[in-house]
Nanobody
Framework: QVQLVESGGGSVQAGGSQKLLCTAS???????MAWFRQAPGKGREGVAI????????EYADSVKGRFTISRDNTRNALYLQMDSLKPEDTAMYYC?????????????????WGQGTQVTVSS
């Protein structure tokens, strides 16, 4: 029902910042959303989740204090601001959505996925 497209990835030095954008083809106001990431040879790791209106948010311990998830339903947009980046943040980052008021930090919960955008952090 909804297509998701991520953008904003690229190469950055450790300690730097990057902001990812996910745009949806349809209204996002009824979808909980999330960011996941996947490094080579590893499974998808939950990064951050957000409810329909952006009032309930959770982060993975590995990114808490460094990353900020936000959304703008008037623009059908989801954002991930990444600060103080580390080499271990290097991964393909995916946007995900589910028709539910409740987000969960599990990839199996989400029905819709973007194609991913690569983030590479160098030492």
């Amino acid at each position: 029902q909804v297509q998701l497209v991520e953008s904003g990835g690229g190469s950055v030095q450790a300690g730097g910042s990057q902001k990812l954008l996910c745009t949806a083809s349809a209204d996002t106001a009824m979808y909980s959303m999330a960011w996941f990431r996947q490094a080579p040879g590893k499974g998808r790791e939950g990064v951050a989740i957000i409810d329909r209106v952006g009032r309930f948010i959770e982060y993975a311990d590995s990114v808490k204090g460094r990353f900020t998830i936000s959304r703008d339903n008037t623009r059908n947009a989801l954002y991930l601001q990444m600060d103080s980046l580390k080499p271990e943040d290097t991964a393909m980052y995916y946007c995900a959505a589910v028709f539910s008021p409740t987000p969960v930090m599990s990839d199996s919960w989400y029905d819709y996925w973007g194609q991913g955008t690569q983030v590479t952090v160098s030492s």
